[in-house]
């Protein structure tokens, strides 16, 4: 790769020495590309043309060197210019596309690249490069520019992995499957379209054809929980419970299990009438798919309730914490609101034990637990 770029330096500076002023010194100027030092042939170059020249051959050589030395406002400069008198040149526009790339301005790249579009509508590059602009896999723009460029090369893996993950999510399996099946033709093992194509044998019900991939999958050495997933849910839908019940065990000792694959395990227990397993693993699918932080959010809540006088309501979210996690805190709210804002002394003594009984942090919650201790000792005393 190295004497490839080489070479395309050599020939580069044969044809851009060629065309240049004969005022250049051109054994200065080889000696600088031929060792990459374009900072200083880009400062050359600038005091022999001057900065506003507008002649297209020298404009084209500033803008390269400026380029290649990484002075991307300079080089986008030269390339305007360029631009301004040469408007179809696919060169200067792939320039000005590749710069706004790297200065991060996307909508200037997308702007040029669509102007190629124009005058090159077959160029597969520019499609694949307008697709990956849109980060939604299924976003309609994302999808047609795929669409383009895998028209033009229908065996190109990424743009058929990325096309049938587009047409998945909208639920197009069949074209899905139709990517992925010419794309699998021409590379038989690889991995990424392999993988991307379980999920819609599973959609169109094509079990064998899913456990099949899973299988090659795993001989060839990819036994991620991904895999395992798909092979675990192909296994339930053909009725291999236990086949099934052992790619989720082997994603559990992985520590990847999640929401789905604790289901699809409680629903294989279920149908093997081990109810027991069943219903620990629904109750951990359950918990799986709770956010952590839901019991914080009801806290909150209650806290929320409590400042706007809203005592019935701040007393049923605390309680409703209660459903997700227990830290201990909810116990503290109810006290307070039971001892000064119900007037439940009684429920206000049972909610202040439980708060100790929680164990609270003795550092972080010191002074809380000081003053709980006071109103127990305190209502303890009055009754």
């Known amino acids: 790769m190295k004497k490839l770029r080489y070479f395309i330096l050599i020939l580069y500076t044969s044809s851009a020495l060629a065309q240049s002023s004969d005022t250049i010194d051109k054994e200065k100027l080889i000696e ?3 060792s990459q030092r374009f900072t200083e042939a880009a400062a050359y170059l600038q005091i022999v043309y001057g900065a506003e020249t507008d002649q297209p051959k020298e404009l084209a050589q500033i803008a390269y060197t400026n380029l290649m030395a990484g002075n991307l406002a300079i080089a986008e400069k030269s390339y305007l210019k360029l631009y301004t008198q040469q408007p179809a040149s696919l060169p200067v526009l792939f320039n000005l596309a ?3 790339m790297r200065r991060g301005d996307d909508g200037k790249a997308m702007s040029f690249y669509k102007e190629i579009i124009k005058i090159d509508s077959m160029n597969f590059n520019v499609y694949k490069q307008l697709a990956s602009f849109f980060l939604n896999p299924a976003s309609p723009e994302k999808i047609a520019n795929l669409e383009k460029a895998n028209k033009i090369n229908p065996t190109h893996p990424d743009v058929a992995f990325d096309l049938a993950t587009g047409y998945n999510k909208l639920s197009k399996n069949d074209s899905a499957y139709h990517v992925l099946d010419v794309a699998l033709i021409a590379d038989t093992a690889n991995l990424s379209l392999l993988k991307a194509k379980m999920p819609v044998c599973i959609a169109l019900l094509k079990m064998n054809e899913t456990i099949q991939t899973g299988v090659k999958l ?48 409680s629903l ?19 918990k799986e798919g709770i956010s952590p932080y839901i019991s914080n959010y009801y806290q909150i809540l209650g806290e929320i309730y409590e400042l706007t006088g809203m005592i019935k ?16 805190g909810a116990y503290y709210n109810l006290g307070l609101i039971n001892d000064f804002k119900m007037d439940n002394k009684k429920a206000a003594l049972k909610y202040y034990h439980l708060y100790l009984a929680s164990k609270p942090d003795p550092e972080k919650r010191k002074e809380v637990i000081k003053y709980v201790k006071m109103r127990i000792a305190y209502l303890q005393g009055k009754s």
Not at 268 to 286: G, T
Not at 313 to 327: G, I, Q, R, V
């Open 98 to 100: 590749a710069i706004s």
């Open 268 to 286: 294989c227990y279920k149908e093997l009438k081990n109810y027991v397993k069943a219903a620990d693993y629904m109750k951990r699918s359950i």
């Open 32 to 34: 600088f590309y031929q």
């Open 218 to 265: 795993m001989v060839y050495g990819d036994s991620s929980g991904y895999v395992l997933s798909n092979l675990g849910k192909a296994y339930y839908l053909n009725k291999e419970y236990q086949k099934a019940i052992d790619m989720y065990t082997i994603i559990e000792r992985l520590q990847q299990q999640t929401e789905s694959s604790l289901y699809y395990t």
């Open 313 to 328: 309501d701040a007393n049923f979210a605390y309680h409703k914490s209660f459903d997700f996690e227990n830290t201990g």
